[in-house]
């Protein structure tokens, strides 16, 4: 197995007017080819700190982080594809089919609409793809952003809490899809707060605590990691 994604020694201090707050205090994470990782921790532990410093939206203080061993000062979206608290809600035009939606990002974007019908495929929206956006619960508005994040064929695609505010119904479609991309090759990084929520699905874990590693592994072997280090997660 080799690396897609590697983070070592991440470091990141805000600084505002309520004061300094050390969010990433020399983070690692180690992510396999093919995998579906889990990105596990409390609130504020740092998740949301690290993917968005990944996709280049945040300057780090310190650290290093590499996609396929070359070294990411920022993110293309030809080797990231990321949806979640990153764009918080996926916002599309009501009014426009998904088709429409998506046919007119990928034209903006320069990407072949053949891959258009391969990504409603991929999503399994492919029978509403003509239906517009509007009629779309807010599950199949997720998928939705994963199709648009999936246009230019990404390496690595980052979840980060995607299914926050969905139902049962739509966490179920959410785990289906992520399982059905790591068949398919991709790499794909999701984070949650909720063991429960990802341990169905997630070859590997990180767990992360106020800006550390604390745990990776297997979910079984971060399980038993975790209760050593008596690091609090919600089950
Ligand atoms: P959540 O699950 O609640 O989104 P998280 O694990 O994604 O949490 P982060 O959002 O990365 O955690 O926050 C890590 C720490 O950094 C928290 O203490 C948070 O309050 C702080 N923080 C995040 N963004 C900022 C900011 N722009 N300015 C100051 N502090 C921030």
New binding site residues.
């Given amino acids: 197995m080799s690396a897609v994604l590697e983070i070592q020694g991440l470091e990141k201090t ?1 600084r ?1 007017r ?1 004061g300094v ?1 050390k ?1 990433l205090d020399g983070f690692d994470m180690v992510v396999e080819a093919g995998q579906v990782h889990g990105f596990l ?10 993917l ?1 410093t990944l996709l280049g939206l945040i300057k780090p203080n310190g650290g290093r982080m590499s996609i396929l061993g070359r070294e990411v000062p920022q993110a293309l979206p030809e080797v990231i594809g990321a949806i979640g ?1 990153i764009v918080e809600s996926p916002q599309f035009f009501a009014n426009f089919t998904a088709q429409e939606t998506l046919s007119l990002l990928a034209e903006a974007g320069g990407v072949d609409q053949a891959r258009v019908t391969e990504v409603f495929e991929l999503v399994g929206l492919r029978d509403r793809a003509k239906d517009r956006v509007k009629t779309y619960s807010l599950g199949m508005k997720q998928r939705l952003a994963v199709a648009s994040a999936l246009l230019k064929n990404p390496t690595l695609l980052i979840l ?2 995607p299914a926050n505010g969905l139902d049962p119904g739509g966490i179920r479609e959410m785990r289906t899809l992520m399982r059905n991309l790591a068949d398919v090759g991709m790499t794909v990084v999701v ?1 949650s ?1 909720i063991l429960g929520e990802i341990q169905l699905i997630c070859d590997s874990v990180t767990i ?1 605590s106020a ?1 550390r590693r604390v745990a990776a592994g297997t979910v079984a072997d971060v399980l038993a990691q975790h209760q050593a280090a008596s690091v609090r997660v919600r089950v």
Wanted: no cysteine; hydrophobic share 15%.
């Fill in positions: 805000y505002s309520k707050r969010a921790g409390p609130n504020g532990s740092g998740k949301t700190t690290t968005r608290a980060d809490e984070s707060h992360i800006g």
